[in-house]
């Protein structure tokens, strides 16, 4: 992994917005850890969210479709387009 980086020298923008967010929740975690706190998403169960795109008819609620349709992953078929 190498040597440990000095952040403080960076120039860093908005775009890296995510780079910001995932270190403070990373040192967050370590700190809490520290502090007998598990950190979060050991649990596989929680792992198991994933991005979906679909088209619906403009009739159709998507919050309500969503709860129906993506409820237990486990029993889903996966598709891919």
Not at 68 to 73: A, E
């Amino acid at each position: 992994m190498g040597p440990i980086q000095d952040h403080a020298r960076e120039h860093l923008v908005p775009t890296d917005k995510a780079i910001v967010m995932t270190r403070r929740s990373l040192a967050k975690a370590a700190r809490n850890l520290e502090q007998g706190i598990e950190p979060p998403a050991l649990d596989p169960e929680s792992q198991r969210v994933r991005a979906a795109a679909v088209l619906l008819k403009r009739s159709i609620h998507a919050p309500e479709w969503a709860k129906q349709s993506l409820i237990d992953g486990l029993k889903q078929p996966v598709f891919t387009v």
